[in-house]
């Protein structure tokens, strides 16, 4: 069985990092894409990145672009979410997601961690 599960999210001032772990287990991931997507309270679920398992080929939403990266380590099963300049609109529960690469639907999610950003 598939489980992600997240680790990393907190409390930072406007202008600082973080950098969230989604540990992936349960399966080898070799054609999949690894994803971290975010809501923000009183708003829908959005995508923020993410990342082809095989290939390393990334995405990023426009708002995080020079931002945050999507590192990963295949070795140990995990992706990363670097977030640096971090703003109070990035506040949000973040969440890690996978799915087989050829489809659209996103099959497994983490449980999500917080992500608190200050002014």
């Known amino acids: 069985q598939v489980q992600l599960v997240e680790s990393g999210g907190g409390l930072v001032q406007a202008g600082g990092s973080l950098r969230l772990s989604c540990a992936a287990s349960?399966?080898?991931?070799?054609?999949?894409?690894m994803g971290w997507f975010r809501q923000a309270p009183g708003k829908e679920r959005e995508f923020v990145s993410s990342i082809t398992w095989s290939g390393g080929i990334t995405y990023y939403t426009d708002s995080v672009k020079g931002r945050f990266t999507i590192p990963r380590d295949n070795a140990k099963n995990t992706v990363y979410l670097q977030m640096n300049s971090l703003k109070p609109e990035d506040t949000a529960v973040y969440y890690c997601?996978?799915?087989?690469?050829?489809?659209?639907?996103?099959?497994?999610w983490g449980q999500g961690t917080q992500v608190t950003v200050s002014s």
């Open positions: 997601a996978a799915k087989i690469a050829t489809l659209l639907q996103w099959n497994y």
């Open positions: 349960g399966r080898t991931f070799s054609g999949y894409v």
